[in-house]
């Protein structure tokens, strides 16, 4: 997409992702507020990747690697914007930060009554690897 441009988020941008994110994003985290978001940036500047489209956020996605594994967090695309590939391109732009960092699978954190982004998911060639469950403990 032409019209389309991928960026690294920065710390002037939080307020505006939060706000996304709070219209756009599939349920909430700890993590959601300014606080944690700059940490983010702070941490890796190149993780949370802007699709922008007229000088606005289109979505979004956390491409984050320890240096082990590659997680994909965070991909959400405004209700207006789906279905124009805005998702795809975000995707396409994580996994070449990924291929960059010497990464060898991503693991996506999809919500399970997400329906949509199952298509989604799985259009971009992933698939959901049922053993496996996420444990969480708040700190």
């Known amino acids: 997409m032409t019209d389309l441009d991928i960026r690294c988020a920065a710390l002037p941008d939080i307020d505006a992702v939060l706000g996304f994110w709070r219209e756009a994003a599939e349920g909430t985290s700890i993590t959601d507020d300014h606080d944690g978001v700059a940490r983010l940036i702070a941490r890796d500047p190149e993780a949370l990747l802007l699709a922008e489209r007229d000088g606005r956020i289109a979505g979004t996605v956390i491409a984050g690697f320890d240096g082990w594994r590659c997680s994909a967090y965070r991909l959400a695309v405004h209700p ?39 298509h989604t998911w799985a259009a971009a060639g992933y698939h959901r690897e049922d053993p496996w469950r996420r444990w969480v403990k708040s700190l």
């Open 80 to 118: 207006d914007q789906r279905r124009q590939g805005v998702a795809t391109a975000l995707m396409e732009a994580a996994e070449r930060r990924f291929k960059a960092l010497g990464g060898r699978r991503i693991d996506a954190m999809v919500l399970e009554d997400n329906t949509q982004a199952h």
